[in-house]
């Protein structure tokens, strides 16, 4: 069983295209973020949801919307896609009230931007 | 400005050898966890250290946290083909009852048979 899965895993679009990646975690975690990871394999946080209540807003550009139907899946729309866009995403969750952030990730989501 | 520095950042070793990788901070964190991803996959945590002083083991990994909970190390004892990766160390940055992981550069290492 896979703990978290995001769709699709590949995505190519054209700037200016509006796209969406999806993710769910079947950990029973309270917690999902979105990470970005660069092509330099820096890994940064972009938001968190705690019981679909977002906690964790990074500067990220409006463009990024979140969306959290229920505690076990955290959805990422962007609008018009940018070149600077390209990246892997990647979706995580984890227990909030936990003593430590122990972060299980998806498979991630590498967005090409044309 | 780059909250944990992480050293080196690519490695290339011979099976067999040791190696260490540093993450180190002016932050101090309330846990710092190492992971390791691979190649079209996501990160998968290897370790949580906690305590100050704290090491912890697993097989030929050691972790370190350092005493003033500012920084750790990872050293791979007798390194093999199958610990080629991407290893990343992460902080945990508590308010409250939030956690937020802060990531290293992340140090590519590979092993060569």
């Known amino acids: 069983d896979t703990a978290v899965s995001q769709t699709p895993k590949y995505l190519v679009t054209q700037m200016g295209n509006d796209k969406s990646i999806k993710c769910e975690q079947n950990?029973?975690?309270?917690?999902m973020y979105w990470y970005k990871q660069d092509s330099k394999k820096f890994l940064k946080i972009m938001f968190s949801?705690?019981?679909?209540?977002?906690?964790i807003n990074e500067t990220v550009p409006n463009r990024f919307s979140p969306k959290s139907p229920d505690k076990a899946h955290l959805n990422l729309h962007i609008n018009s896609l940018e070149l600077g866009d390209s990246a892997v995403y990647f979706c995580?969750?984890?227990?909030?009230?936990?003593?430590?952030?122990?972060?299980?990730f998806g498979q991630g989501t590498r967005l090409t931007v044309v | 400005t780059q909250l944990l520095e992480q050293s080196p950042q690519f490695l290339s070793i011979q099976e067999g050898e040791n190696l260490t990788v540093y993450c180190n901070s002016s932050?101090?964190?309330?846990?710092l966890q190492w992971y390791r991803q691979e190649p079209g996959e996501g990160p998968v945590l290897l370790v949580t250290v906690v305590t100050g002083g704290e090491v912890k083991k697993l097989k030929r990994l050691t972790f370190q946290f350092g005493d003033a909970r500012k920084d750790s190390s990872l050293h791979i004892t007798a390194a093999q083909p199958g610990d080629t990766g991407l290893y990343l160390c992460a902080g945990d940055r508590r308010s409250g009852n939030t956690g937020k992981l802060i990531f290293g550069q992340g140090t590519t290492l590979q092993v060569k048979p």
């Open positions: 949801y705690n019981n679909k209540e977002l906690i």
């Open positions: 995580a969750s984890s227990l909030r009230g936990g003593r430590n952030t122990e972060a299980f």
């Open positions: 932050s101090v964190f309330s846990s």
């Open positions: 950990l029973g975690h309270d917690t």
